[in-house]
């Protein structure tokens, strides 16, 4: 969990309802899954774990909004490497069953690709990449979601698992 959300649940009393630790030991390696299956929500840290980064996994790219509010096809290093490359961050993580298999939709791919290259706008607390990432899972946005907790919630809605977790995405990197 990023400090952001921390700061969220323990000074505002927010709910926290998904664990967010994402063990190494669970990471996929190898051949198996060397690229998600399209419709695979992702997430990495943002800056010494401030807070979270959201997208959705289309094979070998990452679409998400970008901080200036374009929506961007990116590979997973440039994912890692926003800020212009000022992001410390190392791992991506996806969204998993407990036997490690990725939660993918083909709907969720196709609502993500039909946003590349638009400008939606952004702002910190309403339309940042957390809600668009719930928009390509749900098909509907509604500007208030904001925090990771809020993606959660819309892939165990989804995918009608309550015992979904986050892996660490190790097969993008060889």
């Known amino acids: 969990m990023g400090?952001?959300?921390?700061?969220?649940?323990?000074?505002?009393?927010?709910?926290?309802?998904?664990?967010?630790?994402?063990?190494?030991?669970?990471a996929l390696s190898g051949d198996r899954f060397r690229a998600l299956p399209p419709g695979t929500p992702v997430f990495c840290h943002f800056t010494l774990s401030i807070a979270e980064h959201?997208?959705?996994?289309?094979?070998?790219?990452?679409?998400?909004?970008?901080?200036?509010?374009?929506?961007?096809?990116?590979?997973?290093?440039?994912?890692?490497?926003?800020?212009?490359?000022?992001?410390?961050?190392?791992?991506?993580?996806?969204?998993?069953?407990a036997e490690n298999t990725p939660l993918a939709l083909p709907a969720i791919a196709?609502?993500?690709?039909?946003?590349?290259?638009?400008?939606?706008?952004?702002?910190?607390?309403?339309?940042?990449?957390?809600?668009?990432?719930?928009a390509c899972i749900t098909g509907t946005s509604t500007h208030q979601n904001w925090r990771?907790?809020?993606?959660?919630?819309?892939i165990t809605r989804a995918f009608h698992t309550p015992d979904w977790q986050w892996r660490c995405w190790q097969g993008w990197s060889s």
């Not at 664990?19 to 669970?26: K, M």
């Not at 990452?62 to 890692?80: D, Q, R, T, W, Y």
């Not at 990771?148 to 819309?154: G, K, M, P, Q, T």
């Open 3 to 26: 400090w952001y959300d921390y700061f969220l649940e323990n000074a505002l009393g927010l709910p926290c309802d998904h664990r967010h630790d994402c063990p190494l030991e669970n």
């Open 54 to 97: 959201t997208g959705i996994c289309v094979g070998n790219h990452i679409v998400h909004l970008n901080g200036n509010g374009k929506v961007l096809c990116s590979s997973p290093a440039e994912f890692l490497a926003r800020l212009d490359g000022a992001n410390l961050a190392t791992n991506i993580y996806y969204a998993s069953t």
């Open 148 to 154: 990771l907790h809020d993606v959660e919630r819309a």
């Open 110 to 134: 196709t609502r993500a690709r039909l946003q590349v290259g638009r400008n939606l706008g952004y702002h910190l607390l309403s339309g940042n990449c957390h809600d668009f990432s719930i």
